[in-house]
């Protein structure tokens, strides 16, 4: 499996001396945001994990390689290529083996931070099952792959746009436990509150590695949801952004919009009804997910068992 790794000089550095690697997507870059918000938000985001005192590593495909941490100008041509892939379990090989551009989701991701050995996973919010899914079987691979890799992943949860009820459901069907950060309960991407609750609230990055450590110690096999709020002063009003993520929902069925497209179709949309609002939102989550996520890898580094595995 190593054939296909592609290091960066900064990931292969971190390696050689023993520096902790955070994981960081790139669906968000050439699917999440437009340009030219995405490419600075993906180099602010990897600033933040550098200033914190661990190193980044943005993860794409690229001419047959799984490329583990991005330079400048392979960042930007992720942020404005109309030809990158979204690619997740299912699309892996043949964007490798095709050579295509492809930009990786959140079970993507996890599949080469595992091959990279990096246990720690930054991105904005993770998939889900779907509204209707009890008759379309829309669920996202993000959830199964939670349930069998070894990642720990920080999100701020998961959309308003998703059924969110029955995604923490699944994940506990499937053994996946979810942490909070700060608070009880689990948030729903643009706002704090989703309504329901993580199952455990674990604050300090010391508790959160010991938990992670333990779990796989025990040969409790899969990753960990550590769901960490948006900032109050960043966050949406639940009242508001569930209207207009119901609008949404109707023009995405309304235009047939299936499949991968509808989480794109439905950022963009909520983008344009809270006139731009949500995609500032959408960067500040990010961006206090990358403080968390770094401050958990150095945590980790103090268990020197903890890889995935």
Request: hydrophobic share 45%; net charge negative.
């Amino acid at each position: 499996m190593q054939q296909f790794l592609l290091f960066s000089p900064e990931v292969a550095a971190a390696r050689a001396a023993g520096t902790p690697v955070v994981a960081l997507e790139s669906t968000i870059i050439s699917h999440g945001m437009p340009y030219p918000q995405n490419v600075t938000m993906a180099r602010e985001v990897e600033q933040i994990i550098r200033d914190a005192g661990a190193v980044p590593a943005t993860i794409a495909i690229m001419d047959g390689k799984i490329c583990i941490g991005l330079s400048d100008e392979q960042l930007e041509l992720l942020g404005t290529s109309p030809d990158a892939m979204k690619v997740s379990r299912r699309d892996l090989p043949f964007v490798v083996a095709q050579k295509r551009l492809g930009a990786t989701t959140v079970a993507a991701t996890m599949i080469c931070a595992q091959l990279a050995g990096i246990a720690v996973f930054v991105t904005g919010g993770i998939g889900g099952v779907h509204r209707g899914a009890e008759t379309s079987f829309d669920i996202s691979a993000d959830l199964q792959e939670l349930a069998q890799t070894n990642v720990a992943v920080v999100c701020a949860g998961v959309k308003s746009i998703l059924d969110i009820g029955l995604t923490l459901e699944y994940l506990e069907t499937h053994g996946v436990p979810v942490i909070g950060v700060g608070q009880a309960g689990f948030p729903a991407f643009f706002t704090r509150e989703s309504g329901f609750n993580a199952d455990f609230q674990l604050d300090s990055p010391l508790d959160q590695a010991a938990f992670i450590d333990t779990k796989w110690a025990l040969g409790l096999r899969g990753g960990v949801v550590v769901s960490n709020p948006v900032p109050a002063e960043a966050a949406m009003q639940k009242e508001e952004i569930d209207r207009i993520t119901s609008q949404a929902l109707m023009e995405a069925d309304q235009r047939g919009v299936t499949g991968k497209a509808v989480t794109p179709f439905l950022l963009g949309r909520i983008k344009e009804l809270t006139c731009g609002r949500s995609l500032a939102t959408n960067i500040a989550l990010v961006k206090h997910n990358a403080v968390v996520g770094a401050r958990l890898a150095l945590a980790l580094h103090d268990f020197p068992g903890t890889q995935p595995v």
